[in-house]
């Protein structure tokens, strides 16, 4: 069984290869089959909810990658960890955190995720 790190690196990849069957492919080994997404702008279930929701990622932000900037903080099946999305000039475009769950499996069962810094106390 991967890793957790491992894990959510080949879930950030498959947000990051443009080519449909190779994201598939990383979400597959990732993405539990009924797992679910959740942002301020989107939900999707499912592996084929997920990799539509991809695919418009890419239609919006060409040549756009999401990487890992954090590492992984994990307990109990949970994690957290801070990414970016970076443009296809390299510049950051946004920056967030995701908190999530893996299944018994290993693969992440849900991810919800947050824009930006956290709010101002």
Do not use: N
């Amino acid at each position: 069984m991967p890793t957790i790190v491992e894990t959510i690196d080949t879930y950030a990849r498959a947000w990051s290869v443009t080519d449909a069957a190779t994201s598939r492919r990383l979400l597959d080994a990732a993405w539990a089959e009924r797992g679910v997404y959740a942002d301020p702008m989107s939900q999707a279930e499912g592996r084929d909810g997920l990799a539509g929701l991809i695919a418009g990622f890419h239609q919006q932000m060409p040549g756009a990658t999401i990487v890992r900037t954090s590492g992984v903080d994990e307990h109990h099946g949970s994690f957290r960890f801070t990414w970016a999305v970076k443009g296809a000039d390299g510049t950051v475009a946004m920056e967030g955190i995701d908190f999530g769950e893996l299944d018994a499996d290993g693969r992440i069962r849900r991810i919800v995720g947050f824009f930006g810094p956290a709010p101002a106390a």
